[in-house]
């Protein structure tokens, strides 16, 4: 998909001006406070507001916390027999910025549980470079241990714990495939909590050699390659390239924990456009998923952007659609 003419962009020289943040002297980074809103949650049921949500502290010391997102109707007409798929997201932003509380996650997230009449619980992560990979895979697992033991009552009330997707978007998406590969060596003992497919949005990968659609997508302005090495320098732990395993998931011929995968018949959705400089490689990790014996699903569009359906309704209506049909199909309990 990546053999078109070469888009003309003009070039991006000062990655940390893109992403408008400062590097600090010690290592940490200095963001810019207003580049991303934030939106409060919703708790109260008796507001007019479709979808619910509220934030749950997970790790005080790590300031880690999830919000969850509930259907009013759900909790207004709540039925113990009628209990609702789990959807567990990881946030986008390079591993550098955004979290759950971004306006454009918070209402990702609200949409898809318009649409899709789920239970999302969205998760806050540490960030990098102050808490470099993989603090964040680490914080993944210990939500999903939470949501096994919590007795919050919005998950305990309204869930079905044998219906739960991990999903993510760019390096939420990451976070997804990694927790996801985690969770497979502790599916046992995971229960309640069962996982039943992995659903990665445009998922945020890279390495060392350029493919083809990176080096013709170079300065794309979503998200230019200059602009994907900084976050990956900044994120990945020090003294690793791009071909590290949290960058690279074909490196050494992919995860041997992705057969795990298979046995437990999870399925495995990506998705992904064109217009990503990161196609290639998308493209050839679910070639690679398929030589693992994963049932994975694959949607590559024409056009757009990394992130497209973030920012653009009618994109993520068509996305949700795809979602629906791949948690539908998902294996039983």
């Not at 090495?229 to 960058?247: F, I, K, Q, S, T």
């Not at 679910?286 to 590559?300: I, P, Q, R, Y």
Request: hydrophobic letters at 35%; proline letters at 8%; aromatic letters at 8%.
């Amino acid at each position: 998909m990546s053999g078109h003419t070469s888009p003309s962009y003009p070039a991006i020289t000062d990655p940390y001006q893109h992403l408008q943040i400062i590097p600090n002297p010690d290592g940490t980074i200095t963001r810019e406070p207003n580049r991303f809103p934030n939106s409060s949650p919703s708790p109260d049921p008796r507001d007019p507001t479709p979808i619910l949500s509220k934030d749950m502290i997970i790790n005080q010391s790590k300031k880690t916390w999830v919000r969850i997102f509930l259907p009013r109707q759900t909790l207004v007409e709540s039925s113990s027999t009628n209990k609702l798929p789990l959807m567990v997201y990881f946030h986008g932003g390079g591993f550098v910025n955004c979290s759950a509380s971004s306006t454009v996650f918070h209402d990702f997230c609200s949409n898809m549980v318009l649409d899709l009449h789920v239970v999302i619980v969205s998760v806050d992560y540490r960030l990098a470079p102050e808490h470099r990979l993989p603090a964040a895979y680490d914080d993944a697992m210990e939500v999903l241990r939470w949501i096994k033991t919590t007795q919050e009552d919005w998950l305990r009330g309204y869930v079905d714990y044998t219906r739960c997707f991990i999903m993510g978007s760019s390096a939420g998406a990451n976070t997804a495939y990694h927790a996801g590969l985690c969770a497979s060596q502790e599916a046992d003992s995971l229960v309640p909590l069962k996982i039943k497919g992995l659903i990665l949005h445009h998922p945020f990968i890279g390495g060392v050699q350029r493919t083809r659609s990176e080096v013709k997508l170079t300065n794309e302005p979503h998200l230019p390659l200059c602009v994907g090495d900084l976050m990956w320098n900044l994120a990945l732990p020090l003294g690793v390239d791009r071909d590290h395993e949290y960058c690279n998931p074909m490196v050494g011929g992919g995860s041997e924990l992705w057969k795990n995968v298979g046995m437990l018949g999870w399925k495995v959705m990506v998705t992904g456009c064109d217009g990503d400089p990161m196609i290639d490689r998308q493209m050839e990790f679910v070639d690679m998923l398929v030589t693992k014996d994963v049932k994975v699903v694959s949607h590559f569009s024409t056009g757009g952007y990394h992130g497209v359906e973030l920012k653009e309704p009618s994109k993520a209506k068509a996305l949700h659609a795809l979602l629906k049909d791949f948690m539908s199909d998902a294996p039983a309990a």
